[in-house]
């Protein structure tokens, strides 16, 4: 049980264009999702929290209008990159929480961005 | 603010030996969860162990055990009898109150045949 799904695994765009990622919790009711950037031999960065039909919660110097997010149900979140540049390139990484302490990963979606 | 330190950005351990990966954490909360996940090349997270604070008695899931120290801020694992399949990224994470997880930078850990 606990599977979190990532759709799509890879993924290229180009300079400018948008691309969508969808995260989804497959046996569980997610109340809550959480969207990471994890640049090469780095650690999982936060970027948001969505909790379902509620607008996300950003951290610091990420930017909503660029990273837009959707939590439209209990078992889907989707994390949209608008406007992409090279800089966004990076693996990101979904995860999903039911009604307990845990949190259970997606298995990452890899952007490149030309 | 609090803060997760992993000080070791490699180690290295010989098949069937023990190793012991490091983390503190800083925080002036008395309840919180501690996680260590294990990152392989496939990139997809892990959970290796978990200890709640509130809990005297440390973790112990099979190979892995964790030494929680609650005053001391530090929550090292134990991985007993060392597999090539042991071979990741280890991240040491500390879960705040409203489930947001805080990361440590990770211990690479090789493990030599």
């Known amino acids: ?114 | 603010a609090q803060t997760v330190t992993q000080s070791q950005p490699e180690m290295s351990v010989q098949e069937a030996e023990t190793v012991t990966l490091s983390c503190t954490y800083d925080t002036s909360e008395s309840d919180y969860y501690l996680f260590w996940y294990k990152q392989p090349p496939s990139r997809q997270m892990i959970l290796v162990i978990r200890q709640e604070a509130y809990k005297q008695q440390n973790a112990t899931e099979n190979r892995f055990s964790v030494n929680f120290q609650k005053a001391a801020k530090s929550f090292s694992l134990k991985i007993s009898d060392s597999q090539l399949g042991d071979a990741a990224m280890y991240f040491c994470a500390y879960r705040q109150g409203t489930y947001k997880y805080i990361f440590g930078t990770g211990t690479r850990l090789k493990v030599l045949a």
Not at chain 1, 46 to 56: C, H, R, V
Not at chain 1, 70 to 85: D, P
């Open chain 1, 1 to 114: 049980g606990a599977v979190v799904s990532q759709h799509p695994s890879r993924v290229i765009c180009k300079s400018g264009t948008s691309v969508k990622i969808e995260c989804r919790s497959l046996d569980f009711q997610a109340t809550t999702m959480f969207w990471y950037r994890q640049f090469p031999k780095k650690s999982l960065m936060l970027m948001a929290t969505s909790n379902e039909g509620s607008k996300a919660t950003y951290e610091q110097g990420v930017e909503k209008d660029k990273f837009l997010i959707n939590h439209a149900s209990l078992t889907l979140s989707t994390l949209t990159v608008t406007s992409a540049h090279p800089e966004d390139s990076s693996f990101y990484i979904c995860s999903a929480s039911p009604y307990t302490y845990e949190q259970y990963f997606g298995p990452g979606t890899r952007l490149t961005v030309t």
